[in-house]
């Protein structure tokens, strides 16, 4: 669901909403934070922090963007007036909802303008992987001009099987992408999609995830982060993957059992692996992860395109003057 722009609301007193930074460089959207601007008066944690007593009550939403601020329950105590958290992007393992419910505080999040960004990405990393072209950029640039693509060899993507662990709205994008590429598409997900979708993207369902593993040539996560998610992916799962498979993680990183990848990588248990995630983001610089050629790393920009972010804005601008004029909430995260 697409959410259009509201008008911009006049006036002086506008509602605040807390932001984590807005200069340096974990500053929020440079360019896209006017669309909060126009709407609500933006008070950073750094503001909140030197006068809590004064600003605590102005505070109505708290932006949320890659997890920060951090919300706990001290944070909740300074804020008496917030009736809502926004957080830009799918994934809510970074809230504590059952800590926000008993403050009373609505959640919204973003699902709509992350889907086909995230997809997209998927795909870049899966063809990546495949065809080789980290490595085959180094050697176009490398002086070593005499072994210039000679014996040169990726894997073919048309015809092979990618299996799909999560079938949210970015499994099915990334479905819907690989059919155009003639891959087989198997995935896994808590519950089956229905006939119609599957037969649409041509997916076939995997009850067991280790169905999917020993089957597929691409396994794609494209889950979310929850206690029941956390390293689903360890050595067992690793090791019932064929030997030329790629892993490629566009959820969270500790959907995975980094060390196990890592063993699993150098040992050539599976083939590659091309993740837009890991645990620590980013990875200590000396990580041995870093020294792979296997491996494809991107620093978690699946959703980082200009019209992905400039509809997430609009969308959470419309989730907080919903929650504050008492209308329902576009995109609003129900406790389940
Ligand atoms: O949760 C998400 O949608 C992404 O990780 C944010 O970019």
């Given at each position: 669901?697409?959410?259009?722009?509201?008008?911009?609301?006049?006036?002086?007193?506008?509602?605040?909403?807390?932001?984590?930074?807005?200069?340096?460089?974990?500053?929020?959207?440079?360019?896209?934070v006017?669309?909060?601007?126009?709407?609500f008066?933006?008070?950073?944690?750094?503001?909140?922090?030197?006068?809590?007593?004064?600003?605590?009550?102005?505070?109505?939403?708290?932006?949320?963007?890659?997890?920060?601020?951090?919300?706990?329950?001290e944070?909740?105590?300074?804020?008496?007036?917030?009736?809502?958290?926004?957080?830009?992007?799918?994934?809510?393992?970074h809230?504590?909802?059952?800590?926000?419910?008993?403050?009373?505080?609505?959640?919204?999040?973003?699902?709509?303008?992350?889907?086909?960004?995230?997809?997209?990405?998927?795909?870049?990393?899966?063809?990546?992987?495949?065809?080789?072209?980290?490595?085959?950029?180094?050697?176009?640039?490398?002086?070593?001009?005499?072994?210039?693509?000679?014996?040169?060899?990726?894997?073919?993507?048309?015809?092979?099987?990618?299996?799909?662990?999560g079938?949210?709205?970015?499994?099915?994008?990334?479905?819907?992408?690989?059919?155009?590429?003639?891959?087989?598409?198997?995935?896994?997900?808590?519950?089956?999609?229905?006939?119609?979708?599957?037969?649409v993207?041509?997916?076939?369902?995997?009850?067991?995830?280790?169905?999917?593993?020993?089957?597929?040539?691409?396994?794609?996560?494209?889950?979310?982060?929850?206690?029941?998610t956390?390293?689903?992916?360890?050595?067992?799962?690793?090791?019932?993957?064929?030997?030329?498979?790629?892993?490629?993680?566009?959820?969270?990183?500790?959907?995975?059992?980094?060390?196990?990848?890592?063993?699993?990588?150098?040992?050539?248990?599976?083939?590659?692996?091309?993740?837009?995630?890991t645990?620590?983001?980013?990875?200590?610089?000396?990580?041995?992860?870093?020294?792979?050629?296997?491996?494809?790393?991107?620093?978690?920009?699946?959703?980082?395109?200009?019209?992905?972010?400039?509809?997430m804005?609009?969308?959470?601008?419309?989730?907080?003057?919903?929650?504050?004029?008492?209308?329902?909430?576009?995109?609003?995260?129900?406790?389940?």
């Open positions: 669901m697409h959410c259009p722009p509201t008008k911009a609301m006049g006036g002086q007193d506008l509602p605040g909403v807390l932001v984590s930074a807005l200069e340096g460089p974990t500053a929020v959207f440079e360019g896209h006017g669309d909060l601007q126009k709407h008066r933006l008070i950073t944690v750094q503001e909140f922090m030197g006068n809590k007593t004064q600003l605590g009550p102005k505070i109505h939403a708290v932006y949320i963007w890659g997890g920060k601020p951090a919300i706990d329950r944070l909740l105590q300074g804020l008496p007036a917030l009736k809502i958290v926004a957080s830009g992007g799918a994934g809510l393992d809230l504590d909802l059952k800590l926000l419910a008993s403050f009373g505080v609505k959640v919204a999040n973003t699902p709509c303008a992350v889907t086909g960004p995230t997809a997209d990405m998927g795909m870049a990393l899966l063809l990546a992987a495949a065809r080789r072209v980290l490595e085959g950029h180094q050697l176009a640039i490398s002086p070593d001009t005499e072994n210039f693509s000679i014996n040169w060899m990726g894997q073919e993507v048309t015809g092979a099987t990618l299996g799909i662990v079938m949210g709205r970015i499994g099915y994008k990334v479905a819907q992408r690989a059919r155009a590429f003639e891959m087989k598409i198997l995935y896994h997900n808590r519950k089956r999609r229905k006939l119609e979708e599957e037969e993207v041509g997916a076939t369902y995997c009850e067991r995830l280790d169905d999917l593993l020993q089957q597929s040539d691409f396994v794609m996560l494209a889950l979310s982060l929850t206690p029941q956390r390293g689903l992916i360890g050595r067992r799962e690793l090791r019932l993957m064929k030997p030329t498979a790629m892993l490629i993680n566009i959820g969270r990183g500790l959907l995975v059992d980094q060390d196990a990848l890592l063993e699993a990588l150098q040992t050539e248990i599976i083939k590659a692996a091309a993740l837009d995630v645990y620590p983001e980013p990875l200590p610089r000396d990580h041995p992860l870093l020294k792979l050629k296997n491996i494809t790393l991107t620093p978690h920009i699946g959703s980082a395109t200009h019209q992905g972010r400039q509809q804005m609009e969308s959470l601008v419309e989730s907080i003057r919903a929650c504050l004029d008492g209308l329902p909430i576009p995109n609003e995260v129900l406790l389940k």
